[in-house]
């Protein structure tokens, strides 16, 4: 794998080994998250940084965007309600 793109582009890689896990890990973990981190995103006192919202009619300027490089963080594409 060429790690060249991926750091001139600043891009991150996450994942995750959870697959192989017992349920019952798997579980404990849900429930530490439930108990320690979601009460933090209902009161946002921690949020994801957006950069710009686009209508979803604007995904081409969006992918500009994202693929000029000249964003922080993410770049939302909205789905109008009905």
């Known amino acids: 794998m060429d790690f060249n793109d991926i750091l001139r582009l600043r891009l991150t890689i996450a994942g995750s080994t959870l697959h192989s896990r017992s349920r ?3 579980s404990a973990i849900e429930a530490e998250l439930r108990q320690k981190v979601w009460p933090l995103i209902e009161a946002k006192k921690i949020r994801p940084v957006i950069f710009r919202v686009f209508a979803l009619a604007g995904a081409a300027g969006a992918h500009a965007l994202m ?11 909205k789905v109008a309600e009905r």
């Open 24 to 26: 019952e890990f798997k």
């Open 67 to 77: 693929e000029s490089g000249a964003h922080i963080d993410k770049i939302i594409l």
